[in-house]
């Protein structure tokens, strides 16, 4: 079936869209090592894949798009390394953010701004300025984020605004806790991806994953391809989402 079959097929179904994907991007070193070329070019083959997966998600009529890129713990890693992967996402915004604005692609950034370069937090805000009012695809980059810190970062605020009468602690709903997130004006995912095989969340998206669908992949990052994506979507339209209560839509 060609994409365009595919997508007037999801468009005439009454199976539900998978508007917000997250994926855990994992593999580039993996990539690399299997080829004998140094982690740095797995990680730049990465940067291509997400070019791919940005432009698919636009076409795909994807409305949310949240990859996970550096994690807080991934300090741990070589310094070099570390050094590789703040150059890259420093060409990614030179390069790119002139035709993500033109193609409508808004631009956040959670996680958190401790340890991160003056010049880069800069690229950062500029290119939040520039892509703010911009609806075609809501694009998140994770970059120094973990979920865990993200939650205790949530915590500490509510615990200043009950402290300072703000808010009653009998107003602390999982509902209000959720708008101390980074996440706070996002919708949850409906599906979460992960390549390399691995089988795991990684402090990715702790609490807002809580009733995503779950699609993991044997490829590395730098491999994913535009068919995986549609297969990957192909599978959640498949599945029932219950919720914790009855099914959301009657399976075929």
Do not use: C
């Not at 994992?26 to 740095?40: I, Q």
């Amino acid at each position: 079936m060609t994409l365009a079959m595919d997508k007037l097929a999801w468009a005439a179904s009454d199976r539900p869209a998978a508007r917000h994907i997250a994926i855990i991007m994992d593999g580039n070193g993996r990539w690399a090592a299997e080829r004998g070329l140094p982690r740095a070019e797995g990680h730049r083959q990465g940067v291509e894949s997400v070019r791919r997966t940005v432009e698919a998600s636009l076409e795909l009529g994807v409305t949310h798009l949240t990859l996970f890129s550096f994690s807080s713990e991934n300090w741990a890693r070589p310094k070099q390394e570390i050094n590789d992967l703040f150059g890259l996402l420093r060409r990614f915004v030179r390069r790119d953010l002139a035709d993500l604005h033109k193609n409508g692609v808004k631009i956040r950034v959670i996680g958190t701004r401790v340890g991160l370069a003056a010049d880069l937090l800069r690229l950062i805000d500029d290119a939040i300025e520039l892509t703010k009012d911009n609806t075609a695809l809501n694009l998140t980059i994770a970059f120094n984020y973990g979920a865990r810190d993200e939650i205790a970062r949530a915590a500490r605020r509510i615990a200043e605004d009950v402290a300072s009468g703000v808010i009653a602690p009998a107003e602390v709903t999982p509902e209000r806790l959720g708008t101390y997130l980074d996440t706070a004006d996002l919708p949850d995912p409906d599906l979460l991806i992960r390549t390399s095989g691995e089988l795991r969340l990684s402090n990715f998206l702790l609490w807002q994953l809580a009733y995503s669908e779950f699609v993991f992949i044997d490829a590395y990052w730098p491999d994913f391809s535009r068919e995986q994506l549609e297969a990957a979507i192909a599978e959640y339209q498949r599945r029932s989402r219950r919720f914790g209560g009855t099914s959301a839509r009657s399976t075929a």
